[in-house]
């Protein structure tokens, strides 16, 4: 037996091994029953629920709950069309319109049912590690490290030098563009039982419905279904970036990604190849988001600055209109303080919320002029409009007296708003 027969053998036993795997999935997923069972319909529920129970739709919902879900039941057993349209509204995101099509209760637990027990669990399988959004544990936060870590590897990797480029890639009006035969190929390849994917169908349809062109494209954002599925689309895209473009520097979060190579021209070459790619798929890419630049400049990916030292450290800041943004707010929310809409504790938690968020990067400084604006806008003029600074002071005496004793040096924890002096 030559090297070839021995390569073409090992490549069959690791196919069959991933045969059985997925045979292994299918047996437990691609169950209609798991979707239909009554105790997982209320599970969904009381996720569904989660952050908007103080809808009326949905306090109607959970007051007839059994009845509800029974009634669910019946009909997904039937094989009834349970689509009940969409609730549109338009979001203002960034000075950025964006429709937004949110489902009704009743379709959202059947939505949430099916996801969690047959697509996530077999489609996530067919995605690469560094593929996140909208997955257990794989959030903004997840795609932020991995891009941390990718900068450092490729540090080492590359010679211990930053000597390299970045291409990020943005995608226009993606979910817009996703078309459904695609989408219904990828459900028929991992899944065989007729009734999940006629009830998958049932819920995609309605995203292209009274279009004047007749056209099947389009996921609705707001839907959860859309949301696994518009991760799973370019898949194929991404195993082809790795495997036969070689560059395994590369993530994607849903429609942001970015490769990190050596070479400038072969990033551009990459981008030439992806962008046929992309385009026999209805995806188009943004030119104008869409960059090389040198690791030693800053680059922007997922609204957080990078730049990768020649010593190899990651520094990473804040894009400038996210901290205008926040400034203005709390100006904004000032006003309808002092007019009495809102109280200090509904603006704290806002601002705790940004905090929180922003204090992920190098932000110290930042973090710490915004906690001296929300002092003098919320705090009593007889507190000195200074409540809590003297913390900041304390902070500061702390990482000083670490450093002369040749401690690491901690990072700083900016000023904390406890309950208001006056309560």
Not at 102 to 128: F, M, W
Request: aromatic fraction near 10%; proline fraction near 2%; hydrophobic fraction near 35%.
């Amino acid at each position: 037996m030559n090297s070839e027969e021995r390569r073409e053998r090992r490549y069959q036993r690791r196919k069959a091994a991933r045969k059985r795997q997925r045979d292994k999935r299918l047996k437990e997923y691609d169950d209609f029953d798991q979707v239909t069972d009554a105790n997982n319909l209320i599970l969904a529920f009381r996720k569904s629920k989660s952050g908007v129970d103080w809808k009326a739709s949905v306090q109607r919902y959970e007051m007839n709950m059994l009845r509800n879900v029974n009634n669910t039941v019946k009909s997904l057993t039937a094989g009834e069309d349970v689509s009940q349209g969409f609730i549109v509204f338009w979001l203002c995101e960034r000075g950025k319109l964006r429709m937004i099509k949110s489902v009704h209760i009743k379709e959202r637990v059947i939505q949430r049912a099916l996801c969690d027990y047959a697509l996530v669990p077999t489609l996530r399988n067919g995605l690469v590690y560094d593929n996140g959004a909208s997955m257990e544990g794989k959030g903004i936060h997840f795609a932020l490290n991995r891009l941390e870590a990718h900068l450092h590897q490729f540090y080492r990797d590359n010679g211990f030098s930053n000597d390299g480029y970045i291409l990020v890639i943005d995608f226009s009006k993606y979910f817009d563009n996703i078309l459904h035969e695609p989408v219904y190929d990828i459900l028929a390849q991992n899944f065989s039982d007729d009734r999940i994917l006629n009830l998958a169908g049932q819920l995609i349809r309605p995203f292209c419905a009274g279009r004047e062109d007749g056209l099947q494209i389009s996921l609705g954002i707001g839907s959860q279904i859309s949301q696994i599925l518009a991760i799973r689309f370019p898949s194929d895209i991404d195993h082809f970036i790795e495997q036969d473009l070689g560059v395994h520097y590369h993530a994607r979060y849903n429609d942001d990604s970015y490769l990190i190579h050596q070479s400038k021209e072969y990033l551009w070459h990459c981008l030439e190849v992806l962008e046929e790619k992309f385009r026999e798929k209805g995806i188009i890419i943004n030119r104008k988001k869409t960059q090389v630049i040198k690791l030693s400049s800053w680059f922007t990916f997922l609204k957080w600055r990078y730049k990768l030292t020649d010593t190899g450290g990651v520094v990473k800041k804040p894009c400038p209109e996210s901290i205008t943004r926040e400034r203005n707010k709390l100006k904004k929310l000032k006003k309808r303080f002092d007019a009495g809409t809102v109280t200090f504790e509904d603006v704290r938690c806002q601002f705790d919320s940004w905090e929180g968020y922003i204090k992920y990067g190098d932000s110290t400084r930042t973090v710490e002029n915004m906690c001296n604006l929300f002092n003098r806008l919320f705090v009593l003029p007889e507190n000195g409009g200074n409540y809590g600074a003297h913390k900041v002071q304390k902070r500061r005496s702390e990482v000083r007296g670490n450093a002369d004793t040749g401690r690491k040096k901690q990072s700083v924890n900016p000023v904390r708003r406890s309950d208001p002096p006056w309560d």
